[in-house]
Nanobody, 116 residues
């Protein structure tokens, strides 16, 4: 079955950097567009950005543009989110998300907390 396992979250100060990973299994990872989404406390899911199947094209939400970079390694079935210049408003649970044959999948998430 489809499994997505996020890791790499943590507690850090404003201005810091962090790299999140998402290991995928149970489907042909290299065939699918992948997304990162996040959920801040008390708020709904927010799309952060996405990357096409071969990693050539990326798109970002305005809140992530210029600070976050999405990449993937199809040989390792792994998706990455490199975040820089983190702000307190980036505090959220971060999920990788895949839409596979009309069904949305995401993992258990990894917590990122940005606090002075």
């Amino acid at each position: 079955q489809v499994q997505l396992v996020e890791s790499g979250g943590g507690l850090l100060q404003p201005g810091g950097s962090l790299r999140l990973s998402c290991e995928a299994s149970g489907f042909t990872f290299s065939h699918f567009y992948m997304n990162w989404v996040r959920q801040a406390p008390g708020k709904g899911l927010e799309w952060v950005g996405g990357i096409n199947s071969d990693g050539e094209y990326t798109r970002y939400a305005d809140s992530a543009l210029g600070r976050f970079t999405i990449s993937r390694d199809n040989t390792k079935n792994t998706l990455y989110l490199h975040m820089t210049n983190l702000k307190p408003e980036d505090t959220a649970v971060y999920y990788c998300k895949a839409d596979i044959w009309g069904k949305a999948y995401r993992g258990q998430g990894t917590q990122v907390t940005v606090s002075p």
